[in-house]
């Protein structure tokens, strides 16, 4: 027996698409196109030598901008032109100019005047203080009839010293010697100066002199004279010694006119010649 079927349809098998957990989006099925990978740069046709160039030029660089920070932080501007390149320098006003080369003396460049000698060497304390007094014949112009009688005592070159030289300018009838006199009669001065500061002699050797000089002789009727020492430097413990031995007045350092001054006048010495009343 024969059945013929006519008129039926079979239905296909259905699809079912899929799609993974935890992914949104569409299903690309068709792979991406390959990336194109960067050509590399081409090389250089001087080699390796001018890389190393550029390096050595980049590091010189590196050094004169540290030169220059580390000038400007620490404020010195003398250093600066040399830090610049040539180059650089050029472009830069004349000011830099100067600071990267000392200018050359106009004198020496037009070659037509002579060379400027150089400055003597200052004299000493002593020579000084002559060169700068006032020369002997005005003082003795300017010095009384009657001037007040001083003895200044240096064991080296009394006549030289400073103290005589501000004395006869003051207008005392100054006698210096070397040593203490042994006067025949009384004679009376108005102050006597044992005078230490003008040799290399001790602040102590000055103590026996005031000893002495105590002893001077004074006409009847007169004060005793003014006993001052004079030295560049004393001990404390001569200080002492020199009040013991009479000593009415010490100056002790550089011998000036106010210093001298000052001694007579806390004694009621009037100076003959008062140049502050000029």
Request: charged share 20%; hydrophobic share 45%; net charge negative.
């Amino acid at each position: 027996m024969t059945i013929t079927l006519r008129n039926l349809e079979i239905p296909l098998p259905e699809v079912i698409e899929t799609t993974p957990v935890g992914f949104e989006g569409l299903i690309v099925s068709d792979p991406q196109p390959p990336q194109q990978q960067p050509q590399a740069a081409p090389a250089d046709p001087a080699g390796p030598e001018a890389e190393r160039a550029a390096q050595r030029a980049a590091r010189r660089a590196q050094v004169r901008r540290d030169r220059m920070r580390n000038a400007s932080d620490a404020g010195d501007t003398t250093g600066f032109a040399t830090t610049l390149s040539e180059p650089v320098l050029r472009e830069l006003p004349p000011v830099a100019a100067v600071v990267a080369a000392p200018a050359t003396p106009a004198a020496q460049e037009a070659g037509d005047a002579a060379p400027t000698a150089a400055p003597a060497a200052a004299p000493s304390r002593p020579t000084a203080a002559l060169a700068a007094a006032t020369p002997p014949a005005a003082i003795a112009a300017s010095t009384p009839a009657a001037a007040p009688a001083v003895l200044v005592v240096c064991p080296v070159d009394a006549g030289a010293s400073p103290l005589c030289t501000q004395l006869t300018a003051f207008g005392f009838a100054v006698h210096a010697m070397s040593q203490l006199p042994e006067l025949p009669a009384p004679w009376p001065f108005a102050a006597v100066f044992v005078d230490l500061a003008w040799s290399d002699a001790d602040g102590s050797d000055g103590i026996d002199l005031c000893n002495q000089a105590r002893e001077l002789g004074r006409l009847p009727g007169e004060r005793k004279p003014l006993l001052v020492l004079v030295a560049e430097k004393l001990s404390s413990t001569n200080r002492v010694r020199a009040g013991l031995a009479g000593c009415n007045e010490i100056i002790i350092g550089a011998i000036t006119r106010g210093s001298v001054a000052s001694v007579l006048d806390a004694r009621g010495i009037a100076l003959p010649i008062d140049p502050r009343n000029r």
